[in-house]
T-cell receptor, first 116, second 112 residues
Framework: GAVVSQHPSWVICKSGTSVKIECRSLDFQATTMFWYRQFPKQSLMLMATSNEGSKATYEQGVEKDKFLINHASLTLSTLTVTSAHPEDSSFYIC????????????FGDGTRLSIL | AQSVTQLGSHVSVSEGALVLLRCNYSSSVPPYLFWYVQYPNQGLQLLLKYTSAATLVKGINGFEAEFKKSETSFHLTKPSAHMSDAAEYFCAVSGDTDKLIFGTGTRLQVFP
């Protein structure tokens, strides 16, 4: 149980393109979803927290106009990297959690984004 | 506020040897503690969690961790390492916020 599907797993695109990444909870309802960014050989950096039906809460230093997050249903959140540039290249990982904060976050397999 | 310190960015053991990955936490409220494992180019998989029940927590793949409040520690152990255990391990804490605070990770290498 507690499966989170993230799609696509790998994206290569030109600079200036917008890229959408989907995160789905397959067998549970995710009231809260999280988006992380991970640089090579480093830990996960939380970008934003999204609750179903409300605006995402972004961490300090994360551009909300660059990284658009939508959490339209209890099973789907999307991250759109708008007008992507090479410095946006990274590994992006989503996680989903049901109800209470003592429940663990379940992670997707990540999306490797490469901007040329 | 919460924080996590993982001592040792790299740990190397021989196959069959004891695995010990260290994690110390800081929290102003009773913490929830987690260990996750990450294989290359993948997301994180939950190994085990502590949520104020039993202090010795058993997880998947033979791993376990013991919550020691007096030492503010939550070290991860496995009696006998297997080659397939080679991966990156993250300790994380949550408490008074929704957020998971991760440690910097420990890369476990297992030698035959």
């Amino acid at each position: 149980g507690a499966v989170v599907s993230q799609h696509p797993s790998w994206v290569i695109c030109k600079s200036g393109t917008s890229v959408k990444i989907e995160c789905r909870s397959l067998d549970f309802q995710a009231t809260t979803m999280f988006w992380y960014r991970q640089f090579p050989k480093q830990s996960l950096m939380l970008m934003a927290t999204s609750n179903e039906g409300s605006k995402a809460t972004y961490e300090q230093g994360v551009e909300k106009d660059k990284f658009l997050i939508n959490h339209a249903s209890l099973t789907l959140s999307t991250l759109t990297v708008t007008s992507a540039h090479p410095e946006d290249s990274s590994f992006y990982i989503c996680s989903a959690r049901a109800t209470h904060s003592n429940q663990p976050q379940h992670f997707g397999d990540g999306t490797r984004l490469s901007i040329l | 506020a919460q924080s996590v310190t993982q001592l040792g960015s790299h740990v190397s053991v021989s196959e069959g040897a004891l695995v010990l990955l260290r994690c110390n936490y800081s929290s102003s409220v009773p913490p929830y503690l987690f260990w996750y494992v990450q294989y290359p180019n993948q997301g994180l998989q939950l190994l085990l969690k502590y949520t104020s029940a039993a202090t010795l927590v058993k997880g998947i793949n033979g791993f376990e961790a013991e919550f020691k409040k007096s030492e503010t520690s939550f070290h991860l152990t496995k009696p006998s390492a297997h080659m397939s255990d080679a991966a990156e391990y993250f300790c994380a804490v949550s408490g008074d916020t929704d957020k998971l605070i991760f440690g910097t990770g420990t890369r476990l290498q297992v030698f035959p």
